[in-house]
């Protein structure tokens, strides 16, 4: 029976031949993550059940890095938590600080996570592993604990949608845009439920941090996961990061799909999605005179080495308007390391922009650049819901890093081309 | 079992943010995220909500993140259930998990308002609306999840099949 890429990683992990979207499987899975603001609850279940071991002590991932470095003591409570569990379970991948970076960039970057697996985590941008080839879903503190006992989870088999992306970007035209285009395009529930599989020239044209920055928002269209095929792309990103065997998987030329949309991304410009949702997007041509107080370049959405590269090319030579806060936060130590040694954050510095340690911070509204009533921030982040950055009376626009860097020069919402 | 109770209405797209901000996820407490629930919404909603209110929203409920402290904080300020046209598909999972009832009428939306006198019938799945009198049927619970409620749970379901 012909199956797409999400039916067969499935089906394998399920012990079938094949499986059927609307069918309910008991899954195997290769990594259960959670971070501090979701495994507290996690680990009082699992203590709750008496459980007296973990499934698998390398197949858990426990990252602090939502209010981390510790916000407050709550928070640091919540560290504590993960700190205790994963001595006292042998777990191997809880990251101090000094390790830590945002979850959904850190696992790819320490090779934690293969084509052909399955992923679940205690966070809704789980979905961004699903750029490797595998299949990952953001659930629940609760199945965590669950999974974290029997090694399993529930699911009910997506059925699939099928987004193909057909010709070459313009300038300044990255995955963020081909993503928030989409989005646009269907809405935040237009793939509720469903696995958004992405093929076409376009995607096999985006370099491995392009196709995380899209599949990581798959969930903003209410998705249960978003796809890559796994390819050369692929084979090299996993090649440079672990030597673990893996099986790649890829849809059946006649599997059967849902729905159907195909894009011409020759046509997308820079998007920006205006408040308070990520559909509500528009041309950043098209955006008028929109004055802004901040903005951020980070997140497991874009804050990687070629996520900074490409604000540092724009704001090379430029300082930011005066009335504007430039924040960058490299999602990792890695790429911390990385952008200092090739200068990028001596640019964003001499900017008069600040260079924030690894943290998702600002992007959920916890620390680390909270905009106050009436303040509007541009940011690389996935959510511009109301409150989402700061006071109920604020606002965030969705942008790409260059789109960001300009507009932080330019005090306004705005393109490179208007530097 | 019939639940009863008024209805606080909201509309389309009310995502897990408003539901509960962020900066209250230093907590696992129930009563202490209720009394911030729909604070990004309405503020005073924690202090106007009488134990056993219902809410009615239209469509994609809880749409957003993953955090299981939205229906902690829904559960915890006193709400009985939700009703709403559809729900964003992790918040629909973790209600189950945490134990909030929810519904989903995709017509229910359209003529409750805040301050009717609802009741659901959690059998059944039938809606009225006293005040209108309105009539709906909500989509029955998967006979997966109504197991994993006669469990008591999914970590109770789990915790018993590893014995059985």
């Known amino acids: 029976m012909p199956q797409t890429i999400t039916e067969k990683i499935l089906a394998a992990h399920a012990g079938r031949a094949s499986v059927e979207p609307g069918e309910l499987v008991t899954v195997q899975i290769d990594m259960a993550l959670a971070n501090d603001i979701t495994a507290p609850i996690a680990i009082e279940l699992f203590e709750e059940s008496e459980t007296p071991s973990v499934f698998h002590q390398e197949k858990i991932a426990l990252v602090p890095d939502h209010f981390v470095p510790n916000k407050d003591v709550r928070s640091a409570m919540q560290v504590q938590i993960m700190r205790r569990f994963a001595k006292k379970y042998g777990i191997k991948h809880f990251f101090e600080l000094g390790q830590m970076g945002i979850e959904h960039v850190l696992l790819p970057e320490q090779g934690l996570v293969l084509p052909g697996e399955v992923v679940i985590g205690a966070d809704s941008h789980t979905c961004t592993y699903g750029a490797l080839g595998a299949f990952a879903t953001g659930l629940g503190s609760t199945d965590i604990a669950a999974a974290m006992i029997t ?269 | 079992m019939i639940l009863e109770g008024a209805v606080w209405k909201f509309g389309d797209n009310v995502d897990t943010d408003v539901i509960i901000p962020a900066t209250y996820l230093v907590t696992t407490d129930y009563r202490e995220l209720g009394k911030h629930c729909m604070e990004g919404l309405d503020p005073s909603f924690s202090e106007k909500v009488r134990p056993g209110d219902i809410i009615v929203a239209g469509k994609n409920f809880g749409c957003g993140s993953s955090r299981e402290h939205a229906p902690m904080a829904i559960k915890g300020a006193g709400v009985s259930c939700v009703v709403a046209e559809s729900f964003a598909r992790i918040f629909f999972r973790n209600a189950f998990n945490m134990g909030l009832a929810i519904f989903e009428a995709p017509d229910a939306s359209e003529t409750i308002q805040t301050g009717d006198q609802l009741s659901v019938n959690q059998d059944t799945g039938e809606i009225i609306d006293h005040t209108r009198g309105g009539r709906f049927l909500a989509s029955p619970i998967p006979p997966f999840m109504q197991g994993l409620i006669e469990a008591g749970g999914l970590m109770s379901y789990v915790l018993k099949q590893k014995q059985g």
Request: with cysteine; glycine share 10%.
């Open chain 1, 151 to 419: 090694g399993e989870v529930w699911l009910k088999v997506p059925a699939s949608m099928k987004l193909t992306y057909q010709g070459q970007r313009r300038k300044w035209v990255t995955g963020k845009d081909l993503i928030l285009y989409t989005i646009g395009d269907v809405g935040v529930d237009g793939a509720r439920y469903k696995a958004m599989e992405f093929v076409g020239e376009a995607i096999e044209a985006l370099s491995m941090s392009d196709r995380m920055t899209m599949a990581n928002m798959a969930i903003e269209a209410g998705a249960k996961s978003g796809i890559m095929a796994p390819d050369q792309v692929t084979q090299d990103y996993v090649r440079e990061r672990s030597r673990r065997a893996f099986q790649p998987y890829h849809s059946d030329p006649d599997a059967a799909y849902d729905q159907e949309r195909v894009y011409d991304v020759s046509e997308i410009e820079p998007q920006v999605a205006f408040p308070h949702l990520p559909e509500n997007t528009r041309p950043v041509s098209e955006a008028g005179t929109i004055s802004i107080d901040q903005a951020v370049i980070g997140s497991c959405t874009n804050g990687r080495i070629e996520d900074l590269r490409l604000a540092a090319q724009v704001l090379k030579g430029h300082t930011i308007a005066k009335h504007v806060r430039l924040i960058v936060i490299p999602a990792t130590p890695s790429i911390y390391r990385q952008a200092l040694a090739e200068g990028l954050l001596d640019i964003f510095l001499a900017a008069q922009g600040i260079v924030s340690p690894p943290t998702c911070g600002p992007c959920l509204g916890g620390f680390m650049g909270i905009l106050g009533p009436g303040e509007r921030a541009v940011a690389t982040t996935n959510r511009n819901f109301v409150g989402r950055m700061g006071h109920s009376t604020s606002e965030v626009y969705l942008a790409n890093p260059a789109v960001a860097a300009a507009s932080a020069v330019l005090g306004r919402i705005g393109s490179p081309e208007g530097l």
